[in-house]
């Protein structure tokens, strides 16, 4: 049976981690390549990285990351961020990377989703789309609104509508990240994932909001993802992915382990 | 020495890689010649079995993949490598190389998961278990509850059930490791399913 997969993203600015993450080895301390291998080994199913570097002119040093990533690390993993054209996204698969993912410039151009899936696959690619809870109206029926610029921008798009589309472009999974309940570590927006999860006949992975094992359980049930994004609660060291694995499988969900 | 059939079908160097990270020597190469002259050759590969298909033949690499298994080169295929050695492909209504007799076939949308009222999400996307349905050297230490990653659609169907060596299930059984005599193939990306995948590489390496 297909197991629930546990997803970790890391936000790579000029070639080093850009949050407080907290590293066994200190001599390590803000490199996304040894955070990589740690989770690897520790059991991690995937991983995204955001590419967040501010000038263009080092956006060669993530192309350095990845490649140094997929020799160490034989999971699959995307990379997003930055990413406007195919020809951005053929750099960062041929660097090593499975998957792209593409955020707000699939927003502003949605043929993107579609080149990209013609030239790649739509295994390949990876739609992420923010949101933002809104009161409903005929433009936003179902109350959920595309957002880009980190949550600023509201896209007068409604997120049922985008999933759809975005699927019918040829993106091969979604990453529904609900702004309101990123960072506050009391669970994901289940209803927004469930709505996703039933619109669409792709993957979904849920994020934003996992501050415990209980709500990555919560939104792999009722919210029916099929997979979880986790951040803080890894990266400042709260939990293992084998403590969050291991309290899935005692609740009766498959998981995928790892014996070295 | 480890061939790599190079066919522009993607997921070569993540098989490259895997294998320099094992201290296993291969080459990625586009020529017959270098096929046929290979002690082994891996046959990897991401897209779809039509495209697979028309780059192999503008190559040459057809022959050569035929010329490499009747001289008794051990073959592994991978993902659409697993696929196209079978007879025909439901993909792109394509006829493939034959080295295995049967088809390949699409997942039925009409499945639904279990426990659950939707439909089945294709394509099979994710880390699933695999079990051993016969033991062979190539899947040696490859233990029950072990997982694998896929990503794909379609599936392998040996006309002969004794062909097949390991199977998954999603929304019902499928085979996802066949062989016959010097050839075997999986449909899983074994160079990216983790520490176990690495293991089938590295039994590649020994068989």
Known sequence: MLSKRIISCLDVRDGKLAKSIKFVDTKDIGDPVAKAREYYQQGLDELVFYDITASSDNRGIMLDVVSRVAEQVFIPFSVGGGLRTVEDCHRVLLAGAEKVNVNSAAVKRPQLIAEASKAFGAQAVVLSMDVLKVAASAQIPSSYEIVINGGRTPMGIDAIQWAWRGEELGAGELVVNSIDADGTKKGYELTLTRLVAEAVGIPVIASGGGGKPEHLYDVLTEGKADAALVASMLHYGEYTVGQIKGYLAEQGLMVRHVTT | ?207
């Not at chain 2, 196209?84 to 049967?102: Q, T, V, W």
């Not at chain 2, 695999?130 to 006309?159: E, I, K, R």
Request: include cysteine; charged fraction near 15%.
């Open chain 2, 1 to 207: 020495m480890i061939t790599l059939v190079d066919y522009n079908a993607g997921n070569l160097t993540s098989v490259r890689r895997a294998l320099n990270h094992l201290g296993i020597p291969c080459q990625i190469t586009a020529d017959p010649e270098a096929v046929r002259r290979a002690d082994k050759v891996i046959f990897p590969g991401v897209g779809a079995a039509g495209a697979a298909m028309s780059v192999l033949r503008q190559r040459g690499l057809d022959a050569a993949l035929k010329e490499s298994f009747a001289k008794g080169a051990p073959i592994l295929g991978i993902c659409i490598g697993c696929q196209i050695i079978l007879g025909h492909s439901e993909e792109n209504d394509a006829e493939c190389l034959g080295l295995l007799p049967g088809k390949t076939i699409r997942f039925s949308a009409s499945f639904s998961a279990p426990g659950s009222a939707l439909p089945l999400k294709i394509p099979h996307m994710g880390w699933n278990e695999v079990t051993v349905t016969q033991p062979h050297p190539m899947l040696a230490h490859v233990n029950p509850g072990d997982a694998f990653y896929f990503v794909h659609s379609y599936y392998p169907q040996p006309a002969d059930v004794s062909q097949v060596y390991a199977i998954s299930e999603y929304g019902g059984t499928f085979p996802v490791a066949i062989g016959r005599d010097n050839l075997f193939a999986v449909q899983f990306h074994t160079e990216k399913s983790g520490p176990v995948g690495l293991r089938v590489l590295e039994n590649f390496y020994r068989w």
